[in-house]
């Protein structure tokens, strides 16, 4: 038997999935630490958990760590400490490092979450990477883009979800950028060299250092593309077989910056891109599971629960490496116009034309607020043994789901 705790400031859909799975694991007794209520729980799952400590900032290291003692003396012991959030990874570290819990500690966190200190580790260990600066004013702005050139990308040192994210086109925009959004002594912000290329995501699970297993996917097109046109439609691609020699610098350099930061054991969200000459530049990585459905999406190409493959390795440090059974994608449905959804064109026409495909469909209802983010107002999920299909498919949806915005009467 295993005791764990799962924190989890909001208990939003995605965050519960993750909790639910943890807590119905056999051998495992789960404590729950959150902002929310607890009551925010289906009573299913409030009765699998062995706990529930509430905290007024469920991101605050002390506090966790106070909450975890409670729960220590609660359970016997406290094992293993586990969250998904982005925001978190530091502070559990932390917790873990002061309480002695096994796991991932804060040195090791900080390089995942801080993009600049994540870069400087990758050049120190010739881990193929945008060329980047960290700027902390105008005049270190005008230095590093003089030094790295245009085009360039400016975005926060710990990011998500694509946000504050600019492309920089020249001494124009810089000028622009400086003006609207430009860095501080307290807000510094990462230029990059902009990476041209097809952009790509290495999703693996690493045990004391070895790759045990990996799933490879594309964007079509980039996030930042999307991000650049509001109403553009996107889609992720999980190809079926991702044996071929293509793949084999990903696998080689994606593990070794995975241990250059320090990772042990864990299951961890990379991208990168393949330039037009072949060669590959890594991105960015995160020490947690992926979030945009992605979790969803390697559950469906590999049949299996990877909500619940993930805290069996948080915990155990177990995991049984799935095979890929199908391709699978997702297409995201963004909205076109202002205002709310007033409508979604398109349907019976994909309905017909892909209904068999169609293993997880979330449309967006009228009146529904734009997300403002680039996963949009919903997705849809397809899946097939054949690759073709299933990016064919995708493009489809792409082409012909049209989601309006408006004014609802
Ligand atoms: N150096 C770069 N070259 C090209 N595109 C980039 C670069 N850095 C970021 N981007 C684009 O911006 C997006 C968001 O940046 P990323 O570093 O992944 O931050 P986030 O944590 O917000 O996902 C990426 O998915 C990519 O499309
Ligand atoms: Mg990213």
Redesign the pocket.
């Known amino acids: 038997m295993a005791n764990a705790v799962f924190v989890a400031p909001f208990l939003l859909p995605a965050t519960v999935r993750f909790i639910a799975a943890a807590a119905l694991l056999p051998d495992v007794r789960l404590g729950l630490i959150s902002q929310d209520p607890e009551e925010r729980l289906r009573d299913d799952l409030r009765a699998a958990l062995s706990g529930h400590y509430r905290v007024t900032d469920g991101t605050d290291a002390q506090q966790i760590a106070d909450a975890t003692r409670v729960m220590a003396r609660h359970l016997g012991s406290v094992d293993s400490l586990l969250g998904m959030l982005?925001q978190l990874q530091v502070p559990l570290g932390e917790v873990r490092d002061a309480l002695g819990i096994k796991g991932m500690g804060a040195e090791v966190a900080r390089n995942f979450r801080d993009?600049a200190r994540m870069k400087t580790v990758f050049e120190a260990n010739g881990v193929p990477c945008?060329r980047?600066r960290l700027v902390h004013s105008a005049v270190e702005a005008r230095a590093a883009a003089a030094a790295l050139g245009y085009p360039l990308?400016a975005?926060?040192p710990a990011?998500?979800?694509?946000?504050s994210?600019f492309?920089l086109d020249g001494d124009h925009q810089l000028a622009a950028w400086l003006d609207a959004d430009g860095p501080g002594d307290a807000s510094p912000v990462l230029l990059?060299?902009?990476?041209?290329?097809a952009?790509h995501s290495f999703d693996s699970v690493v045990i004391d250092g070895e790759l045990i297993w990996h799933s490879i996917s594309r964007?079509l097109p980039?996030?930042?593309?999307?991000?650049e046109n509001p109403w553009v439609q996107w889609a992720v691609i999980l190809p079926r077989d991702i044996s071929g020699a293509e793949y084999d610098p990903i696998r080689h350099d994606g593990l070794r910056g995975l241990r250059a930061l320090g990772l042990r054991t864990g299951l961890t969200h990379m991208?990168w891109?393949r330039r037009p000459g072949g060669d590959i530049?890594i991105?960015?990585v995160?020490a947690r599971p992926p979030g945009a459905q992605f979790t969803s999406l390697l559950s469906y190409a590999h049949d299996v629960d990877m909500y619940a493959a993930w805290a069996r390795l948080e915990i155990f440090g177990e995991f049984s490496p799935p095979e890929r059974q199908y391709a699978v994608g997702a297409a995201y449905l963004r909205g076109q116009g202002s205002g709310s959804v007033v409508a979604i064109h398109g349907l019976d026409t994909l309905q017909h034309e892909l209904g068999d495909l169609v293993v997880e469909a979330h449309l967006p209802v009228q009146g529904q607020s734009p997300s403002g983010t680039y996963e949009g107002e919903g997705h849809v999920i397809l899946r097939h043994p054949e690759t073709s299909v299933v990016e064919a498919g995708l493009r489809r949806v792409v082409e012909v789901a049209r989601v309006e915005l408006g004014e609802v009467s």
């Open positions: 982005e993009k945008a980047h990308v975005k926060p990011g998500a979800g694509a946000r994210t492309r990059e060299q902009m990476v041209i290329g952009e964007y980039t996030p930042l593309e999307v991000l991208e891109f530049a991105s960015e995160a």
